[in-house]
RNA sequence: GCCUGUAUAGCUCAGUCGGUAGAGCACUUCGUUGGUAACGAAGAGGUCACCAGUUCAAGUCUGGUUGCAGGCUCCA
């Protein structure tokens, strides 16, 4: 799909794909202001810029209100605007001049920016009719070329994002070069709500909510074989990387949170509670419990590096608006570890670590994206600990030749950290895996080996998870799979269906077959037809094979196996049974 | 915490102008013995999220609280 494009120093040139679909809806973005502005004319515009997904403008309606109930009038107005034919134009201004149009304009968000921008950077601002809108561009040539929009939302969003200003109104869209590749796109995202972990979990028993616990799991058998079995993945996979497991309790006083940092820097998330009159803190993170365990008694440099694992359960006060499904809660298992390092060690033991991360995500199929978060305001340590600790974690990073982009300032408040994004059904991505390099633990809890001189040193701590959370690891694994698991996963591996009465004792034989060869097998021996349960089978329960057993198998001694590919084969109850065992050995 | 919505049966949803509730699926029972994505019938199931208010009367209107959804902020 070629089209146009008004650059902002006055070219025309072709355009196409995304980058057409980025010009396209970018022109959406103001078309939309200008329709508001028809419709509001107190709108005062701030950013309005074409996202992975459509656009949205952030405007001050002053003390109007917008709710989805008025994005059809906004809508019918932008059509107006489509049909009305303008021609976009573009002219650059300097400063001063720039500052007195936004003004007379009464855009005050729009001069706030023009503050914000580098002294010598070129204004440019892009006319339709009679909307201006500062902005680089580039956009449509006329606003007819606009033929597939809608508007999907209103939310609010922070002036700046940042939550000390004011909020204000955001109002979502989308838009495509084509009607149907707008309907597709819509129609895509009801496909990705079926696949919705919250959906899901609850048809398949997984996991449930209540209103009793906001933000607290509960985990349901299916839901637990599931965890449990990532658990076994997990301190199989650990133990060959040479960790040792340890556990450490969920509730410990306060001074260790004053001398950890935690209580600075963490105590609005933490929970509290009063044991013999003295406040106790119920915990946010598993690196204290960890350091006890190392400074419990003398290091030889000869044990490092020390690598200890932990199943750790946090708690943490999130805020109700944060809180999703299993991807945001306030009480999760980390799969956690503490390594203790010696400076030579350093590198290697991060690119260990990254290296097992990224097998793991390998393992499951997940596409991933790396983040380096670097220092944030509210931290702790000196600023050479700082720079040395994030050049740690970049040199690793170019030792394993691995793509990232940088996060500025959302470290820990103890040292910067290597991220892995993992992207739910819609596209959102959500922090799973991550490394965290930390000078500064070591020093408050004065953290020692012996080196080979005799010398007490100081060891660095390395912060890692893989799975990160195993409850929104959970939610992931969820929607990638769409509840279809593959079979070692499966909470119900097989489920057996006899088509009638007559070949329900078979099905209970093939059953305890089955069982006993540590199958997880459900016979399904209802009163019902065959063409239900198979729909049940399917649709609910998701399970990778089914046996359909009516009086041909009883007659032949063998079993019809449909798989989720529909295909049905006869075979062998032991052939069949080798074949399972061997998949959920290997883990396929 | 903030913005915009939203809350009726286990699930998905109807419920008009305010007159104390309905469907489908699921569940239970009975019949049915059925061969690859819904067998038939009957039954049971609701303090309409909660607390106030308006009204002769509230699922319905108003206010508040809580949960939930999509965002923002924050985060694994």
Same mark, same amino acid.
């Given at each position: 799909m070629h089209m146009k494009a008004l650059y902002n120093d006055g070219s025309v040139a072709e355009v196409e794909a995304d980058e057409a679909r980025h010009v396209i809806r970018h022109s959406a973005a103001h078309i939309m202001a200008q329709a508001i502005k028809r419709l509001y004319p107190e709108a005062d515009f701030a950013y309005g810029p074409a996202t992975d997904n459509g656009f949205y403008y952030d405007v001050d309606l002053g003390d109007k209100k917008i709710s989805e109930d008025d994005l059809p009038a906004i809508e019918a107005e932008m059509k107006k605007i489509v049909k009305e034919n303008l021609k976009f134009q573009v002219f650059e201004l300097p400063r001063d001049q720039a500052v007195a149009l936004m003004e007379e304009r009464g855009e005050k968000y729009k001069v706030e920016h023009i503050g914000d921008l580098d002294e010598d950077a070129r204004i440019t601002f892009y006319q339709q009719g009679d909307y201006i809108d500062m902005c680089v561009g580039p956009h449509l040539?006329?606003?007819?070329?606009?033929k597939a929009f809608k508007l999907t939302g209103v939310s609010g969003a922070y002036w700046k994002n940042d939550a000390s200003n004011k909020m204000l109104t955001r109002i979502n869209g989308t838009a495509f070069a084509t009607k149907d590749e707008l309907e597709e796109h819509l129609r895509l995202l009801e496909e990705a709500k079926k696949r919705d972990h919250r959906r899901i979990g609850r048809e398949m028993d997984l996991f449930m909510m209540r209103d009793e616990a906001p933000g607290f799991p509960f985990f349901l058998p299916n839901g637990m074989i599931l965890k449990n079995t990532l658990l076994d993945y997990w301190r199989e996979i650990h133990h060959e990387a040479g960790y040792v497991e340890i556990s450490t309790p969920q509730i410990m006083n306060k001074q260790l949170w004053l001398t950890s940092g935690h209580w600075d820097h963490y105590k609005d998330n933490m929970y509290s509670t009063m044991i013999d009159d003295e406040e106790y803190c119920i915990k946010p993170m598993n690196c204290p419990g960890g350091v006890l365990v190392y400074s419990s008694k003398p290091h030889s440099?000869?044990?490092?590096p020390i690598r200890a694992g932990e199943i750790g359960l946090v708690h943490r006060h999130e805020l109700?608006?944060?809180?999703?499904?299993?991807?945001?809660?306030?009480c999760f298992n980390q799969d956690d570890a503490h390594l203790f390092v010696t400076p030579e060690q350093l590198t290697d033991e991060i690119v260990g670590v990254v290296r097992l991360i990224d097998s793991v995500y390998q393992k499951f199929g997940f596409k991933y994206h790396v983040e380096l978060s670097t220092r944030p305001d509210d931290s702790m340590g000196s600023d050479e600990d700082w720079a040395a600790a994030e050049e740690g974690l970049k040199v690793a990073l170019d030792k394993l030749g691995m793509d990232y982009v940088v996060n500025e300032g959302d470290g820990a408040f103890y040292g910067p950290k290597i991220d892995f994004h993992l992207e739910d059904s819609l596209g959102r991505t959500w922090q799973c895996g991550t490394v965290q390099l930390d000078f500064q633990m070591p020093q408050n809890f004065n953290l020692t080996y012996v080196d080979a001189d005799g010398e007490k040193k100081r060891p660095i701590m390395l912060h890692r998870v893989c799975f990160g959370s195993i409850e929104r690891f959970i939610g992931i694994l969820i929607e990638h799979f769409a509840g279809k698991f593959p079979v070692w996963l499966a909470p119900m591996q097989v489920k057996v269906l006899p088509v009638s009465e007559k070949s329900r004792d078979y099905a209970h034989e093939v059953t305890e077959q089955l069982e006993a060869a540590g199958i997880r097998v459900v016979c399904d +021996? @209802?009163?019902?037809k065959i063409g239900y349960k198979i729909r049940e089978a399917r649709?609910? +329960? @998701?399970?990778p094979y089914m046996l359909i057993l009516g009086e041909k198998e009883v007659e032949a001694g063998n079993i019809s196996v449909r798989d989720r590919t529909n295909e049905t084969v006869p075979m062998g109850v032991d052939e069949f049974i080798a074949k399972v065992v061997e998949e959920i050995r290997t883990r396929a």
């Open positions: 040539t006329y606003t007819k070329a606009l440099y000869r044990e490092l109700r608006g944060a809180l999703h499904g299993l991807f945001r809660v306030r +021996d @209802r009163d019902e649709g609910v +329960d @998701r399970v």
